[in-house]
């Protein structure tokens, strides 16, 4: 492997969710140890289940189809680049990639326009033409009007935090100085139908980790970093506190839908970031946990959590927060994480409140300070897909 | 970029499936495309998989719940990874999969939205819905090869695959891994037969004219997938190396190579632009009129690149009709190919380059 990332800082972030329009009011969220989840109001549906919406968005400049990841994404992003002490004149200039994750804004899943084509057998274009025009990193690009190396990553569950790593990848290969990363989703009827069928959607809020967990519950959102070669901030004036240490990606290579029983993708690529980041498991102060709610997801991580860090490691999920928002997941981690760190106080886990037997870690059952410089996210993906990012605070 | 070996590749497409299928398809030349009725009675010419194409009783089982775009994706991906002959102790989680497209698992979506409308949104398909998730076929990639190092699907709809081979190199040079099993794959089917009815120019005869330059241009829908295994270190008997991919505006080559693929396909509807790169002197051969129009095209034209390097064959053009004062390659011939060029327009007029070396 490489040398560590010592060349990734992160000079901004910004974050959009159920928890908080902004990384301002998530964290006052976090402090009250508050939770929105509600009954679903972007689309009806017959299905009963709570939703974190990040209630009271709007777009400050809406988008022209309308797209609502595309503004939730340009929400955080506007966040981000302020706290950057950047905008589209300065990324002009720059080498910048726009790397993103998203799941729904992937798809052509437009159920009018389909609906459309089955009573007529015509298909009606604008939907096709929103779509093509609406690829998440092209419409960020396009919303700045810059020039970048642009790519939209449709990892399932891990795609916002697979798109930072490849941030982090193709600032090693020298191809860009700057990388807009993370991950975007709106709530939408095909993954809200879809996990109700598959038997994994809650009807309570959900509780990660818990012993009586039930599932999880959807939510939407958006977690935009900027990452930058230390050698762009400086010659900025910028000395970022926050950096990407390292990351890791396996596969279980094991089921659709399931993770594998032993956790071997996750292991692997808890493995592959320690490595990457030269750090021992002793000095990573805490994880912020996939942690779904859902009876495999949560068994699984916790034991593998264990293996590798032991089974004292401060872990918590903050899905209890913001849902589970899809391809913002890992992108909204990552802020959560960053600011974590930069804070020194972790939330509780909030909805754990009894230990299962069956997993040897505990979450955080309340306000916790950090005690360390290191904290990893872990993204857990249909298909089998684990990534692990591994941040740190420059002292 | 730090150069990748190209040590196996994988085609599932309207030439059949396999090394052998698409080396006989290049020497046959041009087929006309079949001929599919769209809803409301119209035909539609289509580059289909011939029928058969799918049948596989190893590899088959494993996927008997897959949807057709996932198994397409497998049978590609496997074969590259068979025809890379790697040895049988490989380190599986040193293996990586990276599966490019511009509109991914759209079958399998909209499948799943006639449930939606048939059943409701509480009476859906699990399996259904689980198969509409853009990374289905990238999971079952990984499953059925049983690889366990980083699985990534990407969807964009300009030079997925350009920016699939850019990220490859990237996991090979970090060490990430030794191999990365990259590909592309675009599926057809009655909605998008629909759209492809409504959206593309098609071409009359069924002949797509990659040197038309035409500012209408026409194209012949296609489907399917092609995989490359590449590999971090050299190795005999591999068909030659990626050295390079770029995108942006046009930029002549500072070395002139042996060939230049052009992949005007009419999915963008002004070809013009291609006559600039044209207009360089170049050998210049295009292999669209055998395959169709596709986003992923490119994936398919390295597959040819990469066996006309292996192969030391210029193989002929399928549909060489342009003005006369081009140089292309009309008739399949040996000869010395060391380095190939493989340029794609998008709809905003920027391009998409692949370097392609035999060593």
């Known amino acids: 492997m490489v040398d560590r990332l010592s060349l990734v800082t992160i000079p901004g972030m910004g974050a959009v969710s159920a928890a908080g329009l902004d990384t301002g009011a998530t964290l006052a969220s976090?402090?009250?140890?508050?939770?929105?989840?509600g009954k679903l109001t972007l689309f009806e549906s017959p299905i009963d289940c709570p939703v974190f919406e990040a209630v009271g968005f709007q777009a400050a400049q809406p988008y022209a189809d309308g797209v609502r990841t595309i503004e939730l994404a340009i929400h955080a992003l506007q966040e981000a680049l302020a706290e950057a002490r950047l905008d589209a004149g300065a990324l002009g200039s720059m080498r910048v990639g726009i790397c993103l994750g998203t799941t729904v804004a992937s798809q052509l899943n437009d159920l009018e326009f389909y609906r459309r084509f089955k009573e007529t057998g015509t298909a009606s274009l604008p939907p096709v033409r929103r779509y093509l025009k609406g690829n998440l990193a092209d419409a960020v690009a396009a919303h700045l009007g810059i020039q970048a190396l642009t790519l939209t990553v449709t990892n399932a569950c891990s795609s916002g935090a697979d798109a930072i790593a490849i941030g982090a990848q193709w600032m090693e290969a020298g191809l860009c100085e700057i990388v807009i990363a993370g991950g975007a989703d709106e709530l939408s009827r095909i993954p809200y139908s879809g996990f109700n069928a598959l038997g994994l959607a809650c009807k309570f809020p959900c509780t990660p980790f818990d012993r009586n967990r039930q599932g999880l519950n959807l939510g939407e959102g958006a977690g935009i970093l900027i990452l930058e070669s230390p050698a762009s901030a400086n010659a900025r004036g910028f000395s970022p506190r926050l950096v990407l240490q390292g990351y890791g990606s396996a596969c279980d290579a094991h089921h659709l839908t399931a993770p594998h029983p032993d956790g071997i993708g996750l292991k692997s690529a808890l493995s592959r970031v320690l490595s990457h980041a030269r750090i021992p498991p002793g000095e990573v102060a805490f994880v912020n946990a996939h942690g779904t709610g859902?009876?495999?997801?949560?068994?699984?991580?916790?034991?593998?959590?264990?293996?590798?860090?032991?089974?004292?490691?401060?872990i918590l999920s903050t899905k209890g927060f913001t849902g589970h928002t899809l391809g913002a997941a890992g992108g909204l981690e990552a802020v959560f994480t960053g600011l974590g760190l930069r804070e020194g106080w972790l939330p509780p886990s909030i909805g754990f409140q009894e230990q299962d037997e069956r997993i040897p870690v505990t979450p955080l059952r309340v306000r916790t300070e950090v005690t360390g410089r290191f904290a990893v996210s872990t993204s857990l993906a249909f298909g089998g897909n684990n990534t692990a990012l591994l941040f740190g605070l420059n002292l | 970029m730090?150069?990748?070996?190209?040590?196996?590749?994988?085609?599932?497409?309207?030439?059949?499936?396999?090394?052998?299928?698409?080396?006989?398809?290049?020497?046959?030349?041009?087929?006309?495309?079949?001929?599919?009725?769209?809803?409301?009675?119209?035909?539609?010419?289509?580059?289909?998989?011939?029928?058969?194409t799918l049948d596989d009783k190893s590899l088959g089982r494993k996927v008997r719940r897959a949807d057709r775009l996932t198994k397409i994706a497998v049978f590609a991906a496997a074969d590259a990874l068979a025809d890379a002959q790697l040895p049988a102790d490989l380190e599986r989680q040193r293996v990586g999969v990276i599966v490019a497209s511009a509109?991914?698992?759209?079958?399998?979506?909209?499948?799943?939205?006639?449930?939606?409308?048939?059943?409701?949104?509480?009476?859906?398909?699990?399996?259904?819905f689980s198969h509409s998730v853009q990374n289905a076929p990238a999971a079952?990639?990984?499953?059925?090869?049983?690889?366990?190092?980083?699985?990534?699907?990407?969807?964009?709809?300009?030079?997925?695959?350009?920016?699939?081979?850019?990220?490859a190199a990237c996991w090979l040079a970090n060490g990430q891994c030794d191999h990365v099993l990259v590909g592309n794959m675009d599926e057809s089917g009655t909605v998008m037969h629909a759209i492809c009815r409504s959206l593309l120019t098609l071409a009359p005869d069924g002949k797509i004219r990659p040197f038309a330059f035409a500012a209408n241009s026409a194209g012949i829908p296609g489907e399917g997938s092609?995989?490359?295994?590449?590999?971090?270190?050299?190795?005999?008997?591999?068909?030659?190396?990626?050295?390079?991919?770029?995108?942006?505006?046009?930029?002549?080559?500072?070395?002139?190579?042996?060939?230049?693929?052009?992949?005007?396909?009419?999915?963008?509807?002004?070809?013009?632009?291609?006559?600039?790169?044209?207009?360089?002197?170049?050998?210049?051969?295009?292999y669209a009129p055998l395959f169709g129009s596709m986003t992923g095209g490119s994936a398919i034209g390295c597959a040819v690149a990469a066996l006309s390097l292996k192969e030391q064959t210029r193989f002929a053009s399928p549909v060489p009709d342009s003005a006369p004062e081009l140089?292309?390659?009309?008739?399949?011939?040996?000869?010395?190919?060391?380095?190939?060029?493989?340029?794609?327009?998008?709809?905003?007029?920027?391009?998409?380059?692949?370097?392609?070396?035999?060593?």
């Open chain 2, 140 to 167: 079952y990639i990984a499953s059925v090869l049983g690889l366990q190092g980083p699985v990534l699907t990407l969807t964009q709809v300009h030079f997925a695959f350009h920016h699939a081979l850019i990220l």
């Open chain 2, 103 to 128: 509109l991914g698992t759209h079958k399998t979506t909209f499948q799943f939205l006639d449930e939606i409308l048939t059943f409701g949104e509480a009476g859906v398909s699990p399996t259904v």
């Open chain 1, 30 to 37: 976090f402090r009250a140890e508050l939770r929105h989840p």
């Open chain 2, 327 to 359: 140089s292309i390659c009309r008739e399949t011939e040996a000869g010395l190919v060391q380095s190939i060029l493989l340029t794609r327009l998008n709809c905003t007029g920027a391009t998409a380059r692949i370097h392609l070396n035999k060593d």
């Open chain 1, 294 to 314: 859902t009876v495999d997801n949560d068994l699984i991580e916790g034991n593998a959590l264990a293996a590798i860090f032991g089974s004292k490691m401060s």
């Open chain 2, 226 to 286: 092609a995989f490359l295994l590449l590999s971090s270190t050299a190795a005999p008997g591999a068909y030659g190396t990626v050295r390079h991919v770029e995108m942006g505006s046009w930029i002549p080559p500072a070395r002139p190579p042996d060939l230049h693929f052009l992949e005007a396909d009419g999915m963008i509807p002004d070809e013009s632009g291609y006559a600039i790169p044209a207009g360089t002197g170049l050998r210049l051969a295009g």
């Open chain 2, 2 to 52: 730090k150069p990748t070996c190209i040590q196996g590749i994988g085609i599932v497409a309207a030439c059949g499936r396999g090394v052998n299928a698409l080396r006989s398809a290049l020497h046959r030349g041009w087929q006309p495309p079949v001929s599919v009725t769209v809803p409301g009675g119209l035909e539609l010419p289509v580059y289909a998989l011939p029928p058969g």
